[in-house]
């Protein structure tokens, strides 16, 4: 006689929500909330994107279409305001899976930037900066953001900073106490004006003032005795 048997099984349900997956939500929402916020600069024309992204157009857009539409991502829930935890971050980083060792790597370098991890910051200036074609122009981005942070020492609170683009913009507002707030503009079309910033004197003028000779002076003495990279740091 034959018999047949039973078995009782439980409906098979995969869970999703493990740490690791939300280790890796938590990167793609970062990297989709930066292009976002970005992507007036990489859809114009300008040069330092085409060197960037030259031969990956279609890697925002597939990125976007990643976070938006994959099925597998979607069902993956959006992660806490405090997640991942170290924990998280730590199972991440012991999988087996290279994509999941990946993400932890990249979000704990990103909350060492945060955190003012000064290795962290000369890598990131020295691979991924992009710098002015001239010297005047630094100078003048050095001496905005220097009266910015003056600004900022004299004065209790927060402020915001804005990208600079193009024309008259507000670049930094501090927030006063309820009656004024302190607002810095950038207006880059000093030389339709005639006017330009230079970072040394010229020293072709038959005559230095005396603020311009301890400024040329200074500056000599300084190359003299200072390695070019210590004065990068410095800077």
């Known amino acids: 006689m034959k018999t047949c048997s039973q078995f009782v099984c439980e409906n098979r349900a995969e869970d999703y929500d493990i740490p690791e997956n939300l280790v890796l ?8 909330e930066t292009l976002s916020a970005a992507e007036p600069y990489l859809r114009g024309e300008y040069e330092w994107v085409k060197q960037t992204w030259r031969g990956d157009e279609q890697l925002i857009e597939e990125l976007t279409d990643l976070v938006e539409r994959n099925v597998h991502v979607r069902r993956i829930r959006e992660p806490e305001t405090y997640e991942p935890t170290e924990r998280m971050l730590t199972q991440a980083e012991q999988s087996r899976q290279d994509v999941y060792r990946q993400a ?15 290795d962290q910051l000369r890598e990131l200036l020295n691979e991924t900066a992009v710098t002015p074609d001239d010297e005047d122009t630094l100078f003048e981005l050095f001496v ?5 942070a003056t600004i900022d020492e004299m004065r209790e609170g927060a402020f915001s900073l804005q990208t600079i683009s193009s024309g008259r913009q507000e670049v930094a507002k501090f927030e006063g106490d309820g009656e004024t707030d302190i607002v810095v503009y950038h207006d880059n079309s000093a030389r339709d004006r005639d006017v330009s910033f230079n970072a040394l004197p010229d020293r ?10 301890v400024h040329t002076t200074g500056f000599d003495v ?7 990279a210590d004065q990068l740091a410095v800077f």
């Open 222 to 228: 300084a190359s003299e005795i200072s390695h070019p």
């Open 104 to 118: 932890a790597a990249l979000l704990r370098k990103r909350r060492q930037l945060f955190d003012g991890d000064a």
């Open 204 to 213: 072709g003028k038959s005559h230095l003032s005396r603020t311009e000779k």
């Open 25 to 32: 939500k938590r990167l793609l929402a970062v990297i989709y």
């Open 144 to 148: 905005l953001f220097r009266y910015i």
